[in-house]
């Protein structure tokens, strides 16, 4: 075997991991944008894989994902948090959340869903997120809107839980 062969070998014996991502969208009462896909049962917030073939990075995914979803094309702000979420029946998954700010009332009017993953959206108070986001990806959404609140660096998670160090 040459060097590029073992190294090649090495390469596909390595453990797979997913990369998602998912955008926070906000509106001037603090509310979080949640969308209902068709897929699958229960409330996301906009976002989806990163297609990591095309050379995608994680930020370009979640803009690409969220402007095709929702018709929602914008500059992307911080990272408030990435969670490693274990895997049951899948590879692990790293999660990464971006901030999408506050948006004014009428670019909620402009919101076109992507009809053939996407059902509805609707506007989801803080204290009303763990009904609609159950498990890693209600507390990922509340640490995420922690980080907001208190101006903090992103969080680290796992399994949506904070990774104190």
Same mark, same amino acid.
């Given at each position: 075997m040459t060097t590029t062969q073992d190294y090649a070998t090495y390469?596909?014996?390595? *453990?797979?991991?997913?990369?998602?991502?998912?955008?926070?969208?906000?509106?001037? !009462?603090?509310?979080?944008?949640?969308v209902e896909p068709n897929y699958r049962d229960g409330w996301v917030l906009p976002g989806g894989t990163v297609e990591s073939d095309d050379g995608e990075t994680p930020r370009q995914g979640a803009r690409r994902e969220t402007a095709e979803e929702t018709g929602l094309d914008r500059e992307l702000g911080r990272l408030l948090a990435v969670d490693w979420v274990h895997g049951t029946g899948r590879p692990p998954l790293v999660?990464?959340?971006?901030?999408?700010?506050?948006?004014? !009332?009428? !670019?909620?009017?402009?919101?076109?869903?992507?009809? %053939? !993953?996407?059902?509805?959206?609707?506007?989801?108070? *803080?204290? %009303?997120?763990?009904?609609?986001? *159950?498990?890693?990806l209600g507390r990922r959404v509340l640490a995420a809107l922690d980080v907001l609140a208190t101006g903090s660096g992103t969080a680290e998670l796992e399994n949506g839980h904070r990774v104190d160090r």
């Open positions: 390469i596909a014996g390595l *453990p797979r991991v997913l990369a998602a991502t998912a955008v926070l969208f906000r509106d001037a !009462e603090g509310r979080v944008l949640l999660a990464y959340l971006y901030d999408g700010g506050v948006l004014a !009332e009428d !670019e909620f009017g402009a919101i076109r869903l992507q009809e %053939e !993953e996407l059902l509805s959206w609707r506007l989801v108070r *803080p204290g %009303e997120l763990a009904d609609h986001l *159950p498990g890693a």
